[in-house]
């Protein structure tokens, strides 16, 4: 069974638009961390948020926010104010402290978002 | 900072060919990983390393070896390409392990077999 889902595998937005990106994860561990990365065009990946249960560790931009429902076991990225620029694939990653899992990390499909003007 | 390079950016192979993926790392990281992402799917681990020597299987392993001869330096092995097969191959680092390191990914070698 698949431990990240996301949703939406593509979806298109105009400049200037607010978007809500979902993510749902599956785990029984207490101690696990949620990351959203941005993969671009160019092959780069970008971390975007990391989100521990009680925290927001890392955020790289005021237009990136999280809306974590711990108890619903879902994250959403949010972006505010759409630009062409946040065109690419994101994705949305489980780590969890596990004996099974050592120390990697689960992705989601991903979600490719086109921005247009 | 640092950068992480991939090499080659693409690589055309043939069906039952042994194909090498090159990655360096001058973060001075501990931890490197390799990726695959396949369309439609999210990435998923091949092999990781936390330090020189060390090799630590993902969950998508088997067709695929690796070496971890230097700190700076990982390398992925297809050991008998399958035709028909593209992928986007990810090498990433992090300090550690850990879920407080964040892994840095490269570019990418973007895959197709003939």
């Known amino acids: 069974a698949q431990k990240v889902i996301q949703v939406w595998s593509t979806t298109s937005r105009q400049e200037g638009e607010k978007l809500t990106l979902d993510c749902s994860y599956k785990?029984?561990?207490?101690?696990?961390?949620l990351f959203w990365y941005k993969h671009l065009l160019s092959g780069e990946m970008v971390l975007l948020i990391r989100q521990m249960p009680s925290t927001i560790a890392i955020e790289r931009s005021g237009r990136y926010s999280v809306v974590f429902q711990k108890s619903r076991k879902s994250i959403s990225l949010v972006i505010s104010t759409l630009q062409p620029d946040d065109s690419g694939k994101y994705f949305c990653a489980l780590w969890e402290l596990a004996a099974s899992s050592g120390q990697k990390l689960v992705f989601g499909q991903g979600t490719i978002l086109k921005v247009y003007l | 900072g640092g950068i992480i390079t991939q090499t080659p950016k693409f690589l055309i192979g043939q069906e039952g060919q042994k194909l090498t993926l090159k990655c360096q790392q001058n973060f001075n990281h501990d931890t490197m990983y390799w990726y695959r992402q396949d369309s439609g799917k999210g990435l998923r681990l091949i092999y990781y390393?936390?330090?020189?020597?060390?090799?630590q299987k993902g969950d998508l392993s088997e067709g695929y070896d690796a070496s971890r001869e230097k700190k700076s330096s990982f390398s992925l092995t297809v050991t008998s390409a399958q035709k028909n097969e593209m992928a986007v191959f990810l090498c990433?680092?992090?300090?550690?392990?850990?879920?407080?390191?964040?892994?840095?990914f490269g570019p990418g070698t973007r895959l197709t077999v003939l």
């Open positions: 390393s936390i330090t020189e020597n060390d090799l």
């Open positions: 990433a680092s992090s300090i550690s392990g850990g879920a407080v390191a964040e892994q840095f």
């Open positions: 785990t029984s561990q207490v101690l696990y961390h």
